[in-house]
């Protein structure tokens, strides 16, 4: 057992027990596809606790998307073609994150958090010389504000502006269009304007409508309150 991190340790050992011959069926039978569903929610739970939660909530969700990664490392590590395990998993992303840190580990320097990101931008390049667009490994099947946040960044780098339509005009072409895909369209092009503002002004789109979710629900809920029957 690791001296250092017994905890970490034991997770591991507790995880093979589980999908051992003799331990948990359900989690023998899981892939990597069956766990894709747990591995989003926990991430979005994560994120909840991050915003709102406190440390016990932080704790918890961090361990839960850390048994996530466990457990995908140990169906690795048992799966034909496959064959890895989380130490593998570590030692990859250590080196991943020493060549990515040549002002850390090597002798670029680096003075703000904008030099780092150059850097990584020309590793990358480097690393995965088969891209040919600064888009290309944007996955798609992010939420969609955050996507648009995320291409948008990425179009900025490749001195690429969008031309994006006022929200006002959006929604008069909307009201004047007859048919609902003409009112998506200009829906569509009024909200990535949003994010587009959101990002020129230093703001988070994704994180301000999660919020503004939240306060909603807030609402909601004593509105709920106070419309309940005095006991």
């Known amino acids: 057992?690791?001296?250092?991190?017994?905890?970490?340790?034991?997770?591991?050992?507790?995880?093979?027990?589980?999908?051992?011959?003799?331990?948990?069926?359900?989690?023998?039978?899981?892939?990597?596809?069956?766990?894709?569903?747990?591995?989003?929610?926990?991430?979005w739970e994560l994120i909840d606790a991050i915003e709102s939660g406190?440390?016990?909530?932080?704790?918890?969700?961090?361990?839960?998307?850390?048994?996530?990664?466990?457990?995908?490392?140990?169906?690795?590590?048992?799966?034909?073609?496959?064959?890895?395990d989380i130490d593998d998993v570590a030692r990859h992303m250590t080196a991943k994150m020493v060549s990515r840190h040549p002002h850390v580990f090597g002798d670029r320097e680096a003075e703000t958090a904008a030099d780092v990101v150059a850097f990584w931008d020309d590793l990358?390049?480097?690393?995965?010389?088969?891209?040919?667009s600064v888009?290309?490994?944007?996955?798609?099947?992010?939420?969609?504000?955050?996507?648009?946040?995320?291409?948008?960044?990425?179009?900025?780098r490749a001195g690429v502006v969008p031309s994006i339509e006022p929200a006002a005009v959006a929604l008069a072409d909307a009201a004047g269009a007859s048919a609902s895909d003409a009112d998506e369209h200009a829906l569509g092009e009024m909200l990535l304007g949003v994010v587009a503002e959101a990002r020129a002004r230093g703001l988070d789109a994704e994180r301000a409508l999660?919020?503004?979710?939240?306060?909603f629900g807030d609402s909601v809920r004593a509105a709920e309150a106070s419309a309940a029957p005095a006991e």
């Open 54 to 84: 406190g440390r016990e909530e932080m704790i918890e969700e961090l361990g839960d998307v850390l048994y996530q990664v466990l457990f995908h490392a140990d169906i690795a590590a048992h799966t034909p073609g496959e064959e890895f």
């Open 210 to 215: 999660r919020g503004a979710v939240r306060r």
């Open 135 to 156: 888009l290309d490994g944007v996955p798609q099947g992010m939420p969609a504000l955050a996507l648009a946040q995320k291409v948008l960044g990425k179009a900025e």
């Open 1 to 43: 057992m690791d001296a250092q991190h017994p905890g970490l340790a034991g997770l591991v050992d507790m995880v093979a027990r589980l999908r051992a011959p003799g331990g948990c069926p359900w989690d023998a039978d899981q892939t990597h596809e069956s766990l894709v569903q747990y591995l989003v929610e926990e991430c």
């Open 124 to 132: 990358k390049a480097d690393e995965k010389p088969h891209r040919t």
